[in-house]
């Protein structure tokens, strides 16, 4: 039987189109970004990957969001291509001669649905996993290297400004009916995640602290200061690169940031700490902030911070 890291492996390698020009072609990480929302959304229950409208449209929706410009993009090259992976397979049709469909017409006429491994299947319905393998296809390809920052950041705000947004009746009203949802999913946050870890250089901006295991594991969150769940804001300077213990903290008010980006620590804090240094002792000490100053976190989420979930 194989376990989450086998697949997470496996969804960090795997094999893509590549040309210096283009870079790559990021057709399978898409399709199985896109299955991984129709998982979360209950569209896909049952282990069968049918070719239908809403994995067509989510595709294309994904596509449009994080695909590379220079690939066309299209369901039915990724959807045949996946079984060379391993983990996907296809039950054809009878009769197709197992050719690669040319178009996504063509792929419905000659496969009856895919499916995945029964143990992969299985982590997707279990929200710690499915974070850890949408985070190994994040952080395997979608670049943070310093040449391709930009373009990176670019797509956490293509995020932003692409809502996720629902709607059941065309008579329902954008503002003021519930039918409308904007919806927070993981691979919204896992783009958030790495666009804040990265312009912070992986380091937590509280106390500094740096552990990484292979290309997609580190210690330290994107840290949202105003929470998603009430600004649905994922913005760059909604953020703080902190280790798993601040971010904790953080979200509990135990300490805050002025307009100086001076930390500031309850005083109700009792701690106990031989071996490190207690978060009290970080109090009055400057932030860790980027090196760019236009990444700084927003004075004004800062100060919402303190007024709404710090405890003094």
Request: proline share 3%; hydrophobic share 40%; charged share 25%.
């Amino acid at each position: 039987m194989n376990n989450l890291h086998f697949y997470c492996e496996k969804f960090s390698k795997l094999k893509v189109s590549n040309s210096r020009k283009r870079g790559n072609a990021q057709y399978k990480p898409i399709l199985l970004l896109t299955v991984i929302d129709l998982i979360m959304r209950a569209i896909i229950t049952n282990n069968q990957i049918l070719v239908s409208d809403e994995l067509i449209q989510t595709f294309n929706k994904y596509w449009n969001v994080i695909g590379s410009q220079s690939y066309q993009g299209g369901l039915h090259y990724p959807f045949f291509h996946l079984q060379n992976e391993g983990f996907w397979h296809l039950q054809i049709k009878t009769g197709f001669n197992n050719l690669q469909p040319k178009t996504t017409n063509k792929l419905k006429e000659a496969v009856e649905y895919a499916y995945l491994d029964s143990e992969l299947f299985n982590y997707l319905q279990e929200e710690s996993s499915r974070k850890e393998l949408i985070d190994s296809l994040v952080a395997a390809f979608f670049s943070d290297n310093e040449n391709q920052l930009e373009e990176f950041l670019q797509i956490n705000q293509t995020f932003q400004e692409y809502p996720d947004v629902e709607k059941l009746d065309d008579t329902d009203d954008l503002v003021n009916s519930p039918q409308w949802s904007l919806k927070k999913t993981l691979i919204r946050n896992a783009f958030f995640r790495k666009a804040v870890v990265s312009v912070y250089d992986y380091k937590c901006a509280f106390c500094g602290l740096v552990v990484t295991k292979n290309i997609t594991q580190n210690i330290v969150d994107g840290a949202h200061i105003k929470p998603f769940a009430a600004f649905y804001d994922s913005r760059i300077h909604n953020g703080i690169a902190l280790c798993k213990n601040h971010h904790w903290a953080f979200d509990r008010g135990w300490f805050a940031v002025d307009d100086k980006y001076k930390i500031i620590v309850s005083k109700e804090l009792e701690e106990v700490s031989p071996h490190a240094r207690t978060m009290t002792e970080f109090h009055g000490e400057i932030l860790i902030l980027p090196k760019v100053e236009k990444y700084f976190p927003d004075i004004e989420a800062l100060q919402w911070h303190r007024h709404h979930i710090f405890q003094p």
